[in-house]
């Protein structure tokens, strides 16, 4: 059974940076897909960015230009780093990942608070 572990998150102030990190254990499976989403409070949960295994990357239009993630295939680790941030990306950032097969898992979440 794969777990995902996220850590980084944290309070910031509006044009601030933050990184976060998630890494996969528990299991001997290939990963395709790892990724980032985020739940405001009262919202859905959106897609913010993702990573394949072959690099290629897809990035949510409002985070474009200031979100950058990046994978490490061999320790099954992805990382988001965050700048510029806005008031408006303050939500619950969960860790994602798509098997081979496309079972899903999810991590426990971090909480991201931008201040103005």
């Known amino acids: 059974q794969v777990q995902l572990v996220e850590s980084g998150g944290g309070l910031v102030q509006a044009g601030g940076s933050l990184r976060l990190s998630c890494a996969a254990s528990?299991?001997?499976?290939?990963?395709?897909?790892m990724g980032w989403y985020r739940q405001a409070q009262g919202k859905q949960r959106d897609l913010v960015a993702t990573i394949d295994s072959g690099g290629t990357t897809n990035y949510e239009d409002s985070v474009k230009g200031r979100f950058t993630i990046s994978r490490d295939n061999a320790k099954n680790t992805v990382a988001l780093q965050m700048n510029n941030l806005k008031p408006e990306d303050t939500a619950v950032y969960y860790c994602?990942?798509?098997?081979?097969?496309?079972?899903?898992?999810w991590g426990q979440g971090t909480q991201v608070t931008v201040s103005s």
């Open positions: 994602n990942a798509i098997r081979t097969g496309g079972y899903q898992y």
């Open positions: 528990g299991g001997r499976v290939n990963i395709n897909i």
